[in-house]
């Protein structure tokens, strides 16, 4: 049976000094997902291939907003006699800069230190918590907290999550998604494209719409928060490019969208520069679309789909992330 340690506390103030012990970084939630995916599920991190369940679930759990709420998280395929942390964490952890200051936005007091037993299983019960909860959930940072603001949720940061971590290691292994009852859902996203067409097709410019995701990120804003962790395309994480169907047939486009970033303090990321701590810098658009010939109709509509990777179900189709907009076609007697 899997060991609890009992130095229970010190392993946690040493969690608090290690750089990135609880790994969430590029490859944490993206990391087996694909464009028709179903909601993402609790995984293991490359390269580890262990299998969690959190409260008999590998999808996601629910948790309380007042309350604690108990969470046994039972694993196999853990690395065997390894000293683990059980943590609870924000997301902006996945995409803070630097990546040295993860573990400033996870709860370690509520983290559960437990040693895996000779073949690599474990289990470990902690106590899943919310801001303003009793107990309320507490990070170093205080812009962390569970369950995420809806700024964070629109840029993307859906969920907070509880991760396994190795410390010897400084790596995650697993991790399973927290669904709390007052979770914020995530704005539509925009689509922008500049430049015309003509019946035979051309090329066009995509953004997000004008003033949809500004910096830092509010409450109000529409950004594209379909794999917000990995950006898209991301072949090293699994995540595929994103789609742009023309009356159901896919055009060909050079979109991309950026991963969001969470600007710390001495934060190295250039989308930081010049920015104040605190700062959370949304996910943009970018790219072509190349559309090809074109019907009689004056206004086309154009779609694109990008992958999702949270636990939010898609607006659009095969669980994808859908932005729609129209684009102008001129013709001899037409001009935009």
């Given at each position: 049976?899997?060991?609890?340690?009992?130095?229970?506390?010190?392993?946690?103030?040493?969690?608090?000094?290690?750089?990135?012990?609880?790994?969430l970084?590029?490859?944490?939630?993206g990391?087996?997902?694909?464009?028709?995916?179903?909601?993402?599920?609790?995984?293991?991190?490359?390269?580890?291939?262990?299998?969690?369940?959190?409260?008999?679930?590998?999808?996601?759990?629910?948790?309380?907003?007042?309350?604690?709420?108990?969470?046994?998280?039972?694993?196999?395929?853990?690395?065997?006699?390894?000293?683990?942390?059980?943590?609870?964490?924000?997301?902006?952890?996945?995409?803070?800069?630097?990546?040295?200051?993860?573990t400033?936005?996870?709860?370690?007091?509520?983290?559960?230190?437990?040693?895996?037993?000779?073949?690599?299983?474990l289990?470990?019960?902690?106590?899943?918590?919310?801001?303003?909860?009793?107990?309320?959930?507490?990070?170093?940072?205080?812009?962390?907290?569970?369950?995420?603001?809806?700024?964070?949720?629109?840029?993307?940061?859906?969920?907070?999550?509880?991760?396994?971590?190795?410390?010897?290691?400084?790596?995650?292994?697993?991790?399973?998604?927290?669904?709390?009852?007052?979770?914020p859902?995530p704005?539509?996203?925009?689509?922008?494209?500049?430049?015309?067409?003509?019946?035979?097709?051309?090329?066009?410019?995509?953004?997000?719409?004008?003033?949809?995701?500004?910096?830092?990120?509010?409450?109000?804003s529409?950004?594209?928060?379909?794999?917000?962790?990995?950006?898209?395309?991301?072949?090293?994480?699994?995540?595929?490019?994103?789609?742009?169907?023309?009356?159901?047939?896919?055009?060909?486009?050079?979109?991309?969208?950026?991963?969001?970033?969470?600007?710390?303090?001495?934060?190295?990321?250039?989308?930081?520069?010049?920015?104040p701590?605190?700062?959370?810098?949304?996910?943009?658009?970018?790219?072509?679309?190349?559309?090809?010939?074109?019907?009689?109709?004056?206004?086309?509509?154009?779609?694109?789909?990008?992958?999702?990777?949270?636990?939010?179900?898609?607006?659009?189709?095969?669980?994808?992330?859908?932005?729609?907009?129209?684009?102008?076609?001129?013709?001899p007697?037409?001009?935009?």
């Amino acid at each position: 049976m899997p060991r609890r340690s009992h130095c229970h506390g010190s392993v946690l103030r040493r969690a608090r000094a290690v750089t990135g012990a609880l790994a969430l970084g590029v490859g944490l939630l993206g990391a087996t997902a694909v464009l028709a995916a179903p909601p993402a599920s609790a995984i293991p991190i490359p390269p580890s291939t262990s299998s969690c369940t959190y409260n008999g679930s590998p999808v996601a759990f629910g948790a309380s907003n007042t309350t604690g709420t108990p969470v046994t998280v039972v694993c196999t395929g853990l690395p065997a006699n390894t000293l683990l942390i059980v943590a609870q964490t924000s997301p902006l952890a996945g995409v803070i800069s630097p990546s040295s200051a993860a573990t400033s936005e996870a709860d370690l007091t509520t983290g559960t230190a437990v040693t895996t037993d000779a073949s690599g299983n474990l289990t470990a019960t902690i106590t899943v918590t919310a801001t303003g909860g009793s107990p309320s959930f507490s990070a170093l940072d205080k812009k962390a907290v569970c369950p995420p603001t809806q700024a964070q949720v629109n840029a993307g940061l859906t969920n907070c999550v509880v991760t396994v971590a190795d410390l010897s290691t400084t790596t995650g292994l697993n991790f399973g998604n927290i669904i709390y009852g007052t979770q914020p859902t995530p704005h539509r996203p925009t689509l922008a494209l500049t430049g015309s067409v003509s019946r035979s097709g051309g090329t066009v410019t995509a953004s997000d719409k004008a003033g949809a995701c500004p910096t830092p990120v509010k409450a109000k804003s529409r950004c594209w928060w379909g794999a917000a962790l990995t950006g898209a395309p991301n072949p090293g994480a699994g995540v595929p490019g994103l789609i742009t169907p023309i009356h159901s047939v896919p055009a060909s486009n050079t979109l991309a969208v950026s991963s969001p970033v969470y600007c710390f303090k001495s934060a190295t990321a250039p989308a930081c520069a010049g920015l104040p701590v605190g700062t959370l810098v949304g996910p943009h658009l970018s790219g072509t679309i190349t559309l090809p010939r074109l019907g009689p109709v004056l206004h086309q509509e154009v779609v694109a789909l990008e992958p999702n990777t949270t636990p939010v179900p898609g607006n659009g189709p095969s669980n994808t992330v859908r932005a729609v907009t129209f684009v102008c076609v001129t013709s001899p007697t037409h001009t935009c």
